[in-house]
């Protein structure tokens, strides 16, 4: 079976094939925003699309990005494989290939995603937590040393907890010692929980998240240490 790897820039009908078929079916509610917010992301011109296609043209692998132009960061917003055709190295190619493009794309640009800490209780049904990370930090992803949760999609009843922020690329400029550039983290992070959460609370957890970007030397970057 050939594989081809496909992007999209506006919503259509192999967005929907890879929403319904492959998203919907690997990450649980809360971790995942509606269709038709993926779609307006799409519309908006700031989304974009990596679908790997088999022959008759279904998606068996799939990479969503949103990019931050104030910030000049571009999460991995999700990343799924199909179940049959996990552990055949589509995954990796996928993901190294987004990054590679987004990273020349948008340079210079910090490419991050999130995924659950495999200290956090382990969802059976979406895989197992530790080899997802062993996936991504194979890949070159360092965990960054922040309290991180995921905004909640509709307010902060809904956070997700038991997230680790991971950075995927940084260009030198946002390089500092050891660590990566705080602000333009920050500034995504405002960002990010101002429009699923409404407003950039000013709780506890917000503030503790927010204060973590804004360490002198940059926010530290490494290989997951289970005590982190
Ligand atoms: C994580 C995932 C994208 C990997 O894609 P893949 O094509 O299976 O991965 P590759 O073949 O390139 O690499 C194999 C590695 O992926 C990871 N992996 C494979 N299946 C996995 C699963 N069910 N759960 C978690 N990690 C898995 C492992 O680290 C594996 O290495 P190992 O066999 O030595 O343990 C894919 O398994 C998946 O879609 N999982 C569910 C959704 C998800 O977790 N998305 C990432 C969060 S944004």
Known sequence: MGFS???????????????????????PPEELDGEDVLAAALEGGAAN????????????????????EASRVQLLTYLAVGPAARGGGIGGRLLRDAV??????????IVVAEI????????????DPRRRLAFYEAAGARV???????????????????????????????????????????AFMEEYLAEAEGAVGDDDEARALLAAFDRPGGVPAGRWRAAQ
């Open 116 to 127: 659950e800490d495999p200290g956090a209780p382990a969802h059976d049904a979406h895989g």
């Open 144 to 186: 960054l040393d922040v309290p991180y949760f995921q905004p909640g999609i509709g307010g902060p009843g809904g956070r997700v907890r038991g997230m680790l922020l991971l950075v995927l690329h940084a260009a030198p400029v946002f390089i500092s010692g050891d660590g990566i550039d705080g602000a333009p983290l920050r």
């Open 49 to 68: 699309l990596f679908a790997v296609v088999d022959n008759a043209g279904t998606p068996v692998a799939a990479a969503f990005g949103e990019w931050s």
């Open 5 to 27: 790897t496909v992007e999209r820039t506006v919503p259509d009908a192999l967005f929907t094939a890879v929403y319904r078929g492959l998203f919907a079916q690997a990450f």
């Open 100 to 109: 590679n493009v987004w990273s020349v794309r948008r340079d210079p640009c």
